[in-house]
């Protein structure tokens, strides 16, 4: 009895899944392509702080390769 309850339950809640999943899947591109952007800003940020001279009072908070 308890197997087949658990069966149950594991199906309830793959069901479940299955229902949220499409909304998600929707929502994916749109997270990437937020992703990229802020990706893009940090590289900017990167670069702006790495071409800094190294006299900057903040410049041992950073080690760059």
Known sequence: ?????LGKEVIEK???VMEISPEVM????IVME???SVMELWLKVMESTQNRPRSDANSHKFVYY
């Open 34 to 36: 937020k992703m990229g």
């Open 1 to 5: 009895m308890e197997k087949n309850e």
């Open 14 to 16: 793959l069901r479940i």
């Open 26 to 29: 929707e929502k994916i591109p």
